[in-house]
């Protein structure tokens, strides 16, 4: 077969495989089919590059042949503003608007039944059937332009299929499914990283994520919720839902029409448990009138629909039996206490384990062996006990008491004066640490040596090929070979990552050591304040704590970590090795429109988002504050701002600016008016 021709067949193969995997649920060859054709795919592409088509399945990324790496989002006007629904926690406000709108059309009237997933919503606009333009929600008006991570995304077709019109806006929802949004937040434990709060958060953060292949590593998915155009085939929102699934969007086949109220009661008190089985977030339900018609007729108030409502569901929780408390330690030697449950259904998963955060939280549950215990998910980081049935409690029950050595190499536990937390003090003797500093060493933010997981550190410590960081740099090809799952292949792109890391910043070096306290912004203030690690390592408390943010706590933490003898040997030998000690020569500075401001940042965003703003504050010779003190300059304040730094910003005179006026300050942009946050939560 003609090379050309086999590439376009190959693309409307995997095209229908897509929507028979992703929105129909029924696929028809095996994972490692799709695979293989993927890559002959690929393989043919690269050979024939007059072929390049933007549409290609290939083109989502995860091949070398997608888009990597954006540099900033652009604002996009929305073509009909993403306003917000009513919400009720009542059933009573349910029947309520049932009857009003029955009134208000004069005639009884279908309603369509929807679940509300709760994630970040958006606006997917398709031209001539190709993917055009997905923008954020933003701020109702206005929104970020992310379609390159939209088209990561495997249920978004980059191509409509069947007798879709000429134009067409889907809105809907990104969200993070459970599964990776567990795996994602035990990635960032591991690494000791900051989590995130629920799944909608992290769909949020990583739709403003501007590494794409980070975006399609985490894996969201989309439902669609509504359809907009001028040449719409149907006059029925059910029936444009349905007509919409036919063209390769995904719509959630949980949508049901309903004839009267007691159907729409009956699909709520259905949902209000069966959603425990769903494998995304849901917060509720949305009720909508059918017909387009009506809805024009009913119209709109000034901030959402007459025709829908949500309905908002009460937080999950259920009792189930305690069968154990066991102990976990981190890289840093924190001993956290983890309680061991009966299995029980919750947001979609199976709960079988419940943090118990410290030996304060652990006693003030007064928590016995065997108890009955209510645990709440609700689209939290982990499952947390919330309260114990004392009702429950077995009779001649023994409380249950924090261990006093450490679990796995038997060492007296330790805890600092104004801390919760028990810690294990051998850093060089207890494997979970040693394991957890090495794994913290090569992840993404610190060193970046891809290859190296935390299975594999934890193979090579138990054949003892490596008993600290300074190890990685010593491992030969053999020695990889004979770690189980390494060829040829993988062992010898371990090595060049390993050669690679030379080329990584001091800052991150000083991060990747792991020193206690010390975080990716801590690290990075030191790095600039002291220059190399020399001067750092002849730094004393008092030098410190003149930095920036740098507390007594964190330098008596680093002054400690550059005095013991196997931290200074493992540093000598990192640099000998290669690994940068010291900072290169900063770039020149976009402006010194902001030379001498210390600026807080707080709140959520619409434009850009934290990161991005710190950069900015930066890159105009700024300084980024993290507490407000009488050093603060002004708060960049967003959505959600901190009760507690507001007050104290007004008693310290400190101005507050939100993002149009801190753009506003920078060279090159002109201060535009301030925006009203409008939430869109359907």
């Known amino acids: 077969m003609d090379e050309r021709r086999e590439i376009l067949e190959l693309r409307e193969k995997l095209r229908r495989w897509e929507y028979e995997y992703y929105v129909l649920n029924m696929p028809s060859i095996s994972d490692k089919e799709f695979d293989m054709e993927m890559k002959r795919l690929e393989a043919l592409e690269a050979l024939h590059p007059e072929m390049d088509d933007p549409e290609s399945p290939t083109k989502r990324v995860g091949s070398d042949l997608g888009v990597q790496t954006m540099t900033e989002f652009r604002q996009v006007a929305h ?11 009542s059933e009573g406000e349910v029947r309520e608007w049932y009857e009003r709108t029955k009134k208000s059309i004069g005639r009884d009237f279908d309603v369509v039944c929807e679940l509300k997933f709760d994630g970040s919503s958006i606006s997917i606009i398709y031209e001539n059937g190709k993917l055009a333009k997905a923008v954020t929600r933003g701020d109702g008006k206005k929104g970020d332009d992310v379609t390159e991570n939209i088209r990561t995304i495997r249920n978004v077709p980059l191509r409509l299929i069947g007798d879709y019109p000429e134009n067409v806006e889907f809105r809907g929802e990104v969200l993070m499914p459970w599964t990776s949004f567990e795996r994602l937040n035990r990635e960032r434990a591991e690494q000791e990283e900051q989590l995130f709060a629920n799944p909608r958060n992290a769909a949020s953060g990583t739709l403003k994520t501007l590494n794409v292949k980070e975006v399609a590593r985490r894996e969201l998915t989309t439902y669609i919720y509504y359809t907009l155009g001028e040449e719409l085939p149907l006059d029925g929102h059910y029936e444009m839902m349905e ?36 494998p995304v977030a849901t917060d509720g339900i949305v009720i909508k009138v059918n017909s387009f018609a009506e809805q024009e007729e009913l119209g709109m108030t000034a901030k959402s629909p007459r025709w829908a409502i949500a309905y908002k569901f009460q937080p999950e929780n259920a009792l189930t039996r305690l069968v154990e408390v066991t102990y976990q330690v981190g890289r840093t030697g924190v001993v956290t206490p983890v309680a061991n449950l009966e299995a029980v259904q919750l947001s979609g998963t199976q709960v079988r384990r419940a943090t118990l955060h410290n030996e304060d ?9 065997g108890d009955m215990v209510y645990v709440e998910k609700g689209g ?7 309260a114990v049935e004392t009702k429950e409690r077995r009779e001649g029950a023994k409380a249950v008491e924090f261990v006093k050595k450490c679990p796995v190499c038997g060492t007296e536990l330790m805890r600092n004066e104004e801390e919760a937390a028990w810690y294990c003090p051998n850093e060089s003797g207890c494997a979970p640490q040693i394991c957890g500093k090495i794994e913290h060493f090569v992840s993404r933010k610190a060193m970046n040596i891809e290859g190296i997981g935390t299975e594999t550190v934890s193979a090579l410590y138990e054949k003892g090929l490596v008993r600290g960081v300074a190890d990685l740099y010593r491992l030969t090809y053999d020695d990889l070979r004979s770690v189980e799952g390494f060829a040829d292949k993988s062992a010898r792109s371990v090595l060049e990552e390993l050669r690679k890391s030379r080329s990584v910043g001091f800052e991150r070096v000083l991060y990747a050591l792991g020193i206690r306290m010390v975080g990716e912004v801590v690290a990075k203030k030191l790095a600039k304040a002291f220059r190399n690690i020399d001067a750092l390592r002849r730094a004393t408390v008092e030098d410190m704590v003149q930095t920036e943010d740098i507390g007594e706590k964190i330098a008596l933490n680093v002054v400690a970590f550059l005095k013991d003898n196997d931290n200074i040997r493992t540093i000598e030998f990192l640099t000998e ?3 940068k000690m010291e900072m290169e020569e900063e770039a020149e500075k ?3 429109a902001l030379a001498g401001k210390t600026i807080v940042v707080s709140g959520k965003f619409a434009l850009h988002s934290r990161d991005e703003y710190k950069a900015m504050i930066e890159a105009h010779g700024g300084k980024v504050g993290s507490s407000v003190s009488a050093k603060t300059s002004m708060i960049l304040a967003g959505s959600d701002m901190g009760p507690a730094k507001r007050e104290k910003a007004e008693t310290l005179g400190i101005k507050i600016v939100d993002e149009n006026e801190f753009i506003g300050l920078l060279p090159g942009h002109e201060a535009g008016k301030a925006v009203e946050q409008l939430l869109f939560d359907i």
């Open 79 to 89: 073509g009909r503003p993403m306003l917000s629904l009513a919400n009720t926690y």
């Open 243 to 278: 007509k919409s699934r036919e063209w390769g969007v995904n719509v959630s086949r949980n949508m049901r029409l309903c004839r009267n109220l007691d159907e729409v009661m009956e699909y709520i008190h259905h949902w209000d448990i069966e959603r425990k089985n769903l």
């Open 361 to 369: 939280f652990m006693r003030s549950l007064d928590l016995h062996e």
């Open 380 to 386: 939290e980081i982990i499952p947390k006990i919330t």
């Open 577 to 579: 090795y290669g690994l």
């Open 590 to 592: 976009a402006s010194d």
